[in-house]
């Protein structure tokens, strides 16, 4: 069977644990945890707490030094180098700091991803419009990236990541350079982009967004899960 043979999608770690050489320090302590298809989940927990490294693993930018994962379906004990670039279009990922290209515009910076994955120019003509009006910017096409807003730069960003429809999307602190509106209308994109069918993970240290969003809740701490709780508040 293939390591992308189609079942339900889902993200599963079985008591992975990652170990930096030399110091041998544990950044992940056999952390086991399920996300359940169109799940939208908070990663919270101090600077240091493992939740990058967290992040890495689900994108094989690391290995687990032990541990089983699989995501969609597919068997990271399994997955060759060759076939990491199917896997990540399967996750899309945004980040604090926006990435985007200076020099294009917003409809290029999200044409960007679809060219580069082997687009006809057909298709992006179709489907980038329509993901621009998915995250509120279709008005603001032609724009370039110092003709906006952090929060629409933001905007812009996520768009990018989702434009290939991935079945996971990973934000990580996505409002964490933005004043409270904009990381609001952030928030909003994201929870629609949820409702689409997207699983959604998001980090974040700003305790009122989980506590607004009343939102399944995973707390990290010294590399291990200490809290994993449904509708709940964070306090560091």
């Not at 003509?125 to 003709?147: C, F, H, Q």
């Not at 629409?152 to 290939?164: F, G, T, Y």
Request: hydrophobic content about 40%.
């Amino acid at each position: 069977m293939s390591v992308f043979a189609i079942i339900v999608l889902m993200i599963l770690l079985d008591r992975v644990t990652k170990t930096y050489q030399p110091r041998k320090m544990a950044a992940l302590d056999r952390i086991s945890l399920h996300v359940e298809p169109r799940e939208f989940v908070i990663i919270v927990g101090p600077s240091g707490a493992g939740k990058s490294t967290l992040l890495k693993i689900l994108t094989r930018e690391e290995k687990p030094s032990s541990g089983k994962i699989i995501i969609g379906g597919i068997d990271y004990e399994r997955l060759k180098d060759k076939n990491i670039p199917r896997l990540r279009r399967k996750i899309g990922v945004v980040f604090q700091d926006f990435k985007l290209l200076p020099n294009k515009s917003v409809f290029e910076n999200v044409a960007f991803a679809l060219e580069i994955a082997g687009y006809s120019n057909r298709e992006i003509r179709y489907t980038v419009p329509k993901v621009l009006n998915i995250v509120g910017l279709k008005n603001k096409a032609k724009n370039y990236p110092r003709e906006l807003s952090g929060g629409e730069m933001q905007r812009v960003a996520i768009a990018r990541a989702v434009v290939r429809q991935p079945k996971i999307l990973i934000a990580d602190e996505p409002t964490g350079n933005l004043d409270p509106k904009h990381a609001w209308d952030v928030i909003k994109v994201l929870e629609r982009i949820n409702k689409f069918g997207t699983t959604v993970l998001l980090t974040t240290h700003n305790q009122e967004i989980v506590n607004r969003l009343k939102r399944r809740v995973v707390t990290i701490r010294d590399g291990k899960i200490v809290s994993d709780r449904a509708n709940s508040g964070y306090n560091e």
